[in-house]
């Protein structure tokens, strides 16, 4: 499971990653609430752990306008609120479960499977289309009008990444921690790089185009190849 962790205590948000991968889940963590609809939107997870308490933006309005956009991913709320009405407060605003702190990680595991059964987590698409690209997840590769293009690693998951997100402008951070990872020491000039030889791989082709969006991150454009009538 691919699983989104939003926590601002740095000790517990490295112990509740560290844990999530024991659990072979796929663990990404973001400190700042004004970060999380970001990566929500561009990293395809299947669950959002999410801490009620975060600099920038609080956890129940993140919750709030996320399902307010149609977020419709599994949202588990974390807080050492216990008061009633503050449980209330999460569940209304969208949150599917909620989990006080401190917590045992025997609790924290069961509530995910628990969660995961309850709103029936769809796997993510195994193959995308955009013609005349079609790209197989299980196969890891992409082809172009049936013929496959050479991609390394990085590229691939690159392409995926863009391709699942058509038309919209992902951030650069979450560019990087989705193909490096999050902790990765990465430069800026190494996603450009590699932005600059999935172009090479993609031309030429009018028919789809990386755009840099300045200051913000990149998007995969497709234009309508569909012809006018003669």
Known sequence: MRILLA???L???KLIVHMLKKQSHAADW??????VADYADAGDYDLLILDWMLPGKDGVTICKELREAGYDKGILMLTARDALQDRVEGLDAGADDYLMKPFEFEELFARIRSLSRRVQM???ESIIEIPPYTLNVNELTLYRSGEAVSLTVREFQL???LMRRRGKVIPREALVSQIWGLDAEVTS??????IKL???KLEPDPHIQI???RGVGYKLEVADVQKNPQ
């Open 7 to 9: 926590e601002d205590d």
């Open 211 to 213: 755009q840099n969006v």
């Open 122 to 124: 769809p796997l993510s």
């Open 11 to 13: 000790k517990l948000g």
């Open 159 to 161: 392409m995926e990444t």
């Open 30 to 35: 973001v400190t700042d609430g004004r970060e």
């Open 189 to 194: 000039n190494s996603l450009d790089a590699l």
């Open 198 to 200: 999935l172009r090479k």
